[in-house]
């Protein structure tokens, strides 16, 4: 199945999902992980839809998610960037358009590895909370934490160890 | 905003319903009454992606569907045909095409009086079934009663007034 760059966008302004969760990671420097992802959900009778879309990115995982519905996962950050520079170049038409811009910002930060401050963190989660986002809650618990450390610590955040 | 044939088709692999009810009507002269309609649903903050569907078109009527979902909904039959050509053209990349193409053959039949014999809408209702459809109980009961019908009538069903 041969995809072209709009059908790719239209479906995308449809289906796709530009997603940030951020989860407690004591590894990590300032004790968070920082997981943005591109999704696209479908029922699996659309499986072959999925795994081209996987081609035309040359990126991503394809996965059952949840009975009878697969996924096309994309984690990999040099996967993002190459989705956003796509996204970029050819624009999605809906308001989805705004998240993507949030979730290309974080992207952006985290080759800059400003998820590995607190102060920084602190932006990525804000902006993460203006995007359209289920996980709202766990993002503002995030956030109080953050908001927390950041005011009781040096700027450079550089003793959050 | 401006959309692309590949677009339209991407988005409407994504957000499109092609589907066909059929509801008692005294006035036709078999009962019932077909209803074939092409419907794209979107949340208010992209009604705009609606309106520009609807000029691609130049066809339909935007209006509210449900709390803050709102569609475009494409009923007039010359206007199906302008949408039945568009993706024979244009043909979808999901399993979305094989209900399309049930969806075109029963546009077509209309197009061709066939839903004004009992017989001709026995053969619309059994593909309206064949199709991914949220009514399945209502035309399998409208089904039965044209199978009873059509079973104890002449074969033209000019009877059937």
Known sequence: MELSPDWVVGFVDG???????VNKHPEMSVGYQVLPEFVVVQHERDLQVLYALKRFFACGVVRKNNGDRWCLRIRKLS???KVCEFFTKHPLKTKKNVDFIKFRRIVQWMKEGKHLSSEGLLDIVETALQMNTQNRERLLQVKRDLEAVVRYSPPSGESQR
């Open 79 to 81: 996967c993002l960037e």
């Open 15 to 21: 289906e796709g999902c530009f997603h940030v969760s």
